[in-house]
Protein backbone atom coordinates (compact mmCIF):
# COMPACT_ATOMS: atom_id res chain seq x y z
CA UNK A 1 0.00 0.00 0.00
CA UNK A 2 0.99 3.44 -0.73
CA UNK A 3 -0.45 6.36 1.05
CA UNK A 4 -0.68 10.47 -0.60
CA UNK A 5 0.32 13.05 2.30
CA UNK A 6 -2.26 16.08 1.14
CA UNK A 7 -3.62 19.36 2.76
CA UNK A 8 -7.37 18.24 4.46
CA UNK A 9 -9.88 20.20 2.59
CA UNK A 10 -13.86 21.06 3.85
CA UNK A 11 -14.16 17.66 1.93
CA UNK A 12 -12.71 16.21 4.48
CA UNK A 13 -14.62 16.86 7.75
CA UNK A 14 -16.81 14.51 7.96
CA UNK A 15 -14.15 11.43 7.58
CA UNK A 16 -11.67 13.08 9.82
CA UNK A 17 -14.24 13.51 12.76
CA UNK A 18 -15.47 9.46 12.24
CA UNK A 19 -10.98 8.45 12.32
CA UNK A 20 -10.94 10.57 15.39
CA UNK A 21 -14.09 8.92 17.11
CA UNK A 22 -12.88 5.31 15.91
CA UNK A 23 -9.21 6.38 17.24
CA UNK A 24 -9.83 7.48 20.96
CA UNK A 25 -11.83 6.21 23.34
CA UNK A 26 -13.89 10.08 24.34
CA UNK A 27 -14.84 12.75 21.67
CA UNK A 28 -12.34 15.60 22.50
CA UNK A 29 -10.23 14.93 20.10
CA UNK A 30 -12.94 15.17 17.42
CA UNK A 31 -14.24 18.35 19.37
CA UNK A 32 -10.37 19.83 19.88
CA UNK A 33 -10.32 19.70 15.73
CA UNK A 34 -13.56 20.97 15.22
CA UNK A 35 -12.80 23.89 18.03
CA UNK A 36 -9.36 25.00 16.80
CA UNK A 37 -10.83 25.52 13.31
CA UNK A 38 -13.90 27.41 14.63
CA UNK A 39 -11.45 29.87 16.35
CA UNK A 40 -8.87 30.54 13.72
CA UNK A 41 -6.23 28.62 15.54
CA UNK A 42 -5.92 25.65 13.23
CA UNK A 43 -2.16 26.40 11.44
CA UNK A 44 -2.07 23.14 8.95
CA UNK A 45 -4.11 19.37 8.70
CA UNK A 46 -2.77 17.06 6.64
CA UNK A 47 -4.58 13.73 6.24
CA UNK A 48 -2.68 10.69 4.37
CA UNK A 49 -5.17 8.86 1.85
CA UNK A 50 -4.55 4.95 0.79
CA UNK A 51 -4.21 5.49 -2.53
CA UNK A 52 -5.72 2.31 -3.56
CA UNK A 53 -8.98 2.95 -2.05
CA UNK A 54 -9.01 6.49 -1.38
CA UNK A 55 -10.38 5.80 2.35
CA UNK A 56 -8.69 8.10 4.63
CA UNK A 57 -5.40 6.38 6.58
CA UNK A 58 -4.60 9.15 9.21
CA UNK A 59 -4.40 12.65 9.97
CA UNK A 60 -2.39 14.89 11.42
CA UNK A 61 -3.31 18.66 12.82
CA UNK A 62 -0.92 21.76 13.84
CA UNK A 63 -2.53 24.50 15.84
CA UNK A 64 -0.56 27.86 16.75
CA UNK A 65 0.63 28.66 19.91
CA UNK A 66 1.54 31.86 22.20
CA UNK A 67 4.99 31.57 22.72
CA UNK A 68 7.92 34.01 24.29
CA UNK A 69 11.41 33.78 24.34
CA UNK A 70 12.83 37.06 26.11
CA UNK A 71 9.38 38.71 25.75
CA UNK A 72 9.20 38.69 21.99
CA UNK A 73 6.85 36.41 20.70
CA UNK A 74 7.93 32.92 18.82
CA UNK A 75 6.50 31.35 15.67
CA UNK A 76 5.16 28.51 17.48
CA UNK A 77 2.41 25.61 17.07
CA UNK A 78 1.08 22.68 19.17
CA UNK A 79 0.62 19.04 17.60
CA UNK A 80 -2.77 17.51 18.21
CA UNK A 81 -4.11 15.13 17.20
CA UNK A 82 -2.89 12.53 15.02
CA UNK A 83 -4.56 9.41 14.34
CA UNK A 84 -3.90 6.52 11.90
CA UNK A 85 -6.92 3.97 10.99
CA UNK A 86 -6.89 0.81 12.98
CA UNK A 87 -6.73 -1.26 9.43
CA UNK A 88 -3.60 0.74 8.47
CA UNK A 89 -1.41 1.13 11.68
CA UNK A 90 1.98 -0.03 11.67
CA UNK A 91 2.59 0.79 8.20
CA UNK A 92 4.52 4.44 9.10
CA UNK A 93 1.69 6.64 8.66
CA UNK A 94 2.54 8.62 11.76
CA UNK A 95 6.09 8.99 11.17
CA UNK A 96 4.97 9.92 7.38
CA UNK A 97 2.58 12.56 8.83
CA UNK A 98 5.15 14.22 11.57
CA UNK A 99 7.68 14.04 9.37
CA UNK A 100 5.44 15.85 6.23
CA UNK A 101 4.04 18.18 8.68
CA UNK A 102 7.33 19.03 10.30
CA UNK A 103 9.15 19.90 6.97
CA UNK A 104 5.95 22.20 5.84
CA UNK A 105 5.84 24.21 9.07
CA UNK A 106 9.74 24.96 8.31
CA UNK A 107 9.30 26.29 5.16
CA UNK A 108 6.72 28.30 6.38
CA UNK A 109 8.90 30.12 9.13
CA UNK A 110 7.42 28.16 12.33
CA UNK A 111 10.47 28.07 14.89
CA UNK A 112 8.85 25.84 17.16
CA UNK A 113 6.84 22.94 17.27
CA UNK A 114 5.31 21.32 20.71
CA UNK A 115 3.81 18.04 21.51
CA UNK A 116 2.15 16.35 24.58
CA UNK A 117 2.81 13.05 24.14
CA UNK A 118 5.35 9.99 24.94
CA UNK A 119 8.88 10.99 24.40
CA UNK A 120 10.10 7.79 23.32
CA UNK A 121 7.86 8.14 20.25
CA UNK A 122 8.33 11.75 19.30
CA UNK A 123 11.50 11.59 20.59
CA UNK A 124 12.19 9.29 17.02
CA UNK A 125 11.03 12.91 15.22
CA UNK A 126 13.75 15.16 17.01
CA UNK A 127 11.16 15.97 19.92
CA UNK A 128 12.81 16.31 23.89
CA UNK A 129 11.30 17.57 27.05
CA UNK A 130 14.99 19.35 26.95
CA UNK A 131 13.52 22.19 24.14
CA UNK A 132 10.30 22.58 26.47
CA UNK A 133 11.70 22.99 29.62
CA UNK A 134 11.72 26.47 31.33
CA UNK A 135 8.54 27.16 29.51
CA UNK A 136 5.41 28.34 31.63
CA UNK A 137 2.87 25.71 30.43
CA UNK A 138 0.19 23.69 32.60
CA UNK A 139 1.63 20.80 30.60
CA UNK A 140 5.16 21.23 31.96
CA UNK A 141 6.74 18.20 32.25
CA UNK A 142 8.41 15.27 31.09
CA UNK A 143 6.02 14.64 28.48
CA UNK A 144 5.94 18.21 26.98
CA UNK A 145 8.44 18.52 23.92
CA UNK A 146 9.20 20.59 21.47
CA UNK A 147 11.46 20.38 18.31
CA UNK A 148 13.48 23.61 17.15
CA UNK A 149 12.41 23.78 12.69
CA UNK A 150 14.88 26.15 11.90
CA UNK A 151 18.10 24.45 11.30
CA UNK A 152 17.47 22.84 14.93
CA UNK A 153 18.06 26.18 16.43
CA UNK A 154 16.39 27.39 19.77
CA UNK A 155 15.53 30.98 19.90
CA UNK A 156 17.82 32.40 22.19
CA UNK A 157 16.58 33.98 26.02
CA UNK A 158 14.95 33.50 28.50
CA UNK A 159 11.91 31.07 28.16
CA UNK A 160 8.67 32.45 28.80
CA UNK A 161 5.30 31.28 28.68
CA UNK A 162 4.40 28.44 26.19
CA UNK A 163 0.39 28.10 25.82
CA UNK A 164 -1.98 26.44 23.76
CA UNK A 165 -4.88 27.42 22.00
CA UNK A 166 -7.62 28.11 23.88
CA UNK A 167 -9.45 24.82 22.51
CA UNK A 168 -6.97 23.03 24.63
CA UNK A 169 -8.93 23.78 27.95
CA UNK A 170 -11.70 21.90 26.86
CA UNK A 171 -10.25 19.07 26.54
CA UNK A 172 -10.19 18.50 30.57
CA UNK A 173 -13.87 19.12 30.40
CA UNK A 174 -14.65 16.17 28.03
CA UNK A 175 -12.93 13.94 29.92
Keep these: MS ?6 TGGDVAAIEALLAAAFPKAAEAGLVR ?6 DMVLTLVADDEDTGAL ?7 RMTVEVDGKPVAAVALAPIATAAAHRGRGITDLLI ?3 LRDLRSAGVALCFVLGEPDFYGRHGFSADWAKGFQSPYAGD ?10 KMPCGVRG ?5 DAFASLGEHA
Design 3 to 8: YAIRAA
Design 35 to 40: RLCIDG
Design 57 to 63: AGMIAFS
Design 99 to 101: RTG
Design 143 to 152: HLMAVPLQDG
Design 161 to 165: VAAHA
